[in-house]
């Protein structure tokens, strides 16, 4: 693969990467003057080598800024800059490596991988379509690196996750084979009310694609992830992480069945963004009618646990791989459940629902508590503001469409 002339069949012109720096710093002077002179770097390795100096000290300079304050409050043209300097670097890297490293190019797969989840769009147009550049770049270097691995490395080991279907198994909420979308409409969505479905995500390739872990490592070989490590986010010992997602997958989500090592879960993460070819594999459940939900993807371990919690959204819960235990109580029952005091955990109860300690929590002993166990294919409707305690009891890959 001739990986430069591709990369650049992605960009902008250098005159509409230009204006889009231009419009990004705004009246930032000195960044402009820099931004200048890189652009304008001739294909020398000594200018080669001083735009990669000056394109570090920048996006050194931009990491930094986008982690002062609240995320929410950061200004997009900082995220702009970010995703123009690292799609930069990475064609000063190619331009400075005749050979395609795997070193260089895992660099220039962590450098997209930030863009993606720090940064904002790019986008260029091929052909008179317009396309996303970030994903298609990392997903071009990710083929590369594939192909460099499989040169120099062994076979992969098959990895494999396939669980038998219990349809016997007790539910405290209502079961529907594959309802009408009235249905769900009138006794569910309307009034707010639990429920799991069953066979209306069986056509989704993913249900057996994603059997084959190997089949996830080679659609991200390469890629760089955010995770959570700890046994769950309301512990001492939790905190977040960024690791290759090979490495999670073998190291991590079906790890040595003697090993002690703490839990390590891609939590709650827009993946099917930054891996867009994933989300071929997936197709919003009919029974969402919101033009734009929120995809977010649960991939881990035996044993991760989401400790009870409420959401202000409707969520569609897409069990893809594995089995997961769910606890739900009402909205009725919060004064019972004892949510945290600090502004960050109010949606999150204080209560161990697994093991209650009756005697600190005694009103727990009023509250009803509904219990699910979810299956590979199974969809559970949580309505907005019911609370929920998710552990898996095997490794587990789900999804969740949040939607109005």
Known sequence: MNLKSELLKLLPSE?????????SIGSDKILHQIYEKIIKTTNTEDNNKISLEFLD?????LHESLHIGEWYAVDIKLRKSFSLASLLKVLCLLKNNDENTSEVLGECAYLLD??????DTITSKINGDKIQVLPKAARLISNCLEEVKSESEPSKKRIKIDMDYDENVKCDIP????????LFIKNHYTLQKPVLLRNTINHWPALEKWKDLNY????ASGRTVPVELGSQYTSENWSQSLMKFDDFIVNHVIPDPNSIQDKVYLAQHDLFDQIPELKDDISVPEYISDP????????????????????????????????KNVIL?????????????????????????ENIDFEKFPLCKDVKFYHILLQQ????????KWWHHIRSLSPSFSISYWFD
């Open 15 to 23: 005159q509409q990467l230009f204006d889009q720096i231009s419009k």
């Open 292 to 323: 734009s939900p929120r995809i977010k993807a649960w991939l881990g371990p035996q044993g991760t646990v989401s400790p009870l919690h409420t959401d202000p959204t409707h969520n569609l819960l897409c069990q893809v791989l594995g089995k």
């Open 175 to 182: 079961v529907y084979d594959k309802p009408s979308l009235e």
């Open 57 to 61: 000290v920048i996006i050194d300079y």
């Open 216 to 219: 996830l490592i080679s659609n």
């Open 114 to 119: 930030m863009a993606i989840m720090l940064g």
């Open 377 to 384: 294919g199974d969809v559970l409707y949580i309505p907005p």
């Open 329 to 353: 109580a009402s909205p009725d029952d919060t004064n019972n459940l004892y949510a945290h005091d600090h502004f960050i955990l109010n949606n999150t109860s204080q209560v161990d629902v």
